[in-house]
T-cell receptor
Framework: QQQVKQSPQSLIVQKGGISIINCAYENTAFDYFPWYQQFPGKGPALLIAIRPDVSEKKEGRFTISFNKSAKQFSLHIMDSQPGDSATYFC?????????????FGEGTQLTVNP | DAGVTQSPTHLIKTRGQHVTLRCSPISGHKSVSWYQQVLGQGPQFIFQYYEKEERGRGNFPDRFSARQFPNYSSELNVNALLLGDSALYLCASITWGGNTDTQYFGPGTRLTVL
């Protein structure tokens, strides 16, 4: 069962443009939504994360928009740069004191052309 | 401080063999998780350990096992390897703060089963 669906699978953007990646989730118990960036041969690196009590969070050029009623959230990368070319994963988890497990989307391969 | 370290970086095994992967978390972190990332897909949760106790297990067969040591390092063991076990195995070091756990991934171990 795919609990987090991510789109598009691949995305090509021109330098300076806006990259938008979307995710939808099914489990309403999810209460933590991080985005990870992964370069080839590397492990995923945490970019930005949001809890469902806010609708938007911005850190530098990266913004998460969250729509609780639609069970959707998205990552916006402003002023996209060639160095942003990587695979991006959305994820979701249920925060518990015993520890949480991340459920990842399928990933989006972003290419930013110079 | 060093980040999450994993060893070995790459590993080639044949079907039916056994493999042990190792992970050292970030200093001060007491919890680790293991994930399997098949090429072209998002990571899938295998195990989580906190203070040497298993706190969660994903949908993986009993051929997969893990443990955590008093120094919080961890091992992932896979017995009777199958071709389908070929993947990048990721270890995440977990810290708690503000009712949220944050998972920092290591570079992974690339396992190839022939």
């Amino acid at each position: 069962q795919q609990q987090v669906k991510q789109s598009p699978q691949s995305l090509i953007v021109q330098k300076g443009g806006i990259s938008i990646i979307n995710c939808a989730y099914e489990n309403t118990a999810f209460d933590y939504f991080p985005w990870y960036q992964q370069f080839p041969g590397k492990g995923p690196a945490l970019l930005i994360a949001i809890r469902p009590d806010v609708s938007e969070k911005k850190e530098g050029r990266f913004t998460i928009s969250f729509n609780k009623s639609a069970k959707q959230f998205s990552l916006h990368i402003m002023d996209s740069q060639p160095g942003d070319s990587a695979t991006y994963f959305c994820a979701a988890s249920i925060q518990e004191t015993s520890g949480s497990r991340l459920t990842f989307g399928e990933g989006t391969q972003l290419t930013v052309n110079p | 401080d060093a980040g999450v370290t994993q060893s070995p970086t790459h590993l080639i095994k044949t079907r039916g063999q056994h493999v042990t992967l190792r992970c050292s978390p970030i200093s001060g972190h007491k919890s680790v998780s293991w994930y399997q990332q098949v090429l072209g897909q998002g990571p899938q949760f295998i195990f989580q350990y906190y203070e040497k106790e298993e706190r969660g297990r994903g949908n993986f067969p009993d051929r997969f096992s893990a443990r955590q040591f008093p120094n919080y390092s961890s091992e992932l063991n896979v017995n009777a390897l199958l071709l389908g076990d070929s993947a990048l195995y990721l270890c995440a070091s977990i810290t708690w703060g503000g009712n949220t756990d944050t998972q920092y991934f290591g570079p992974g171990t690339r396992l190839t089963v022939l």
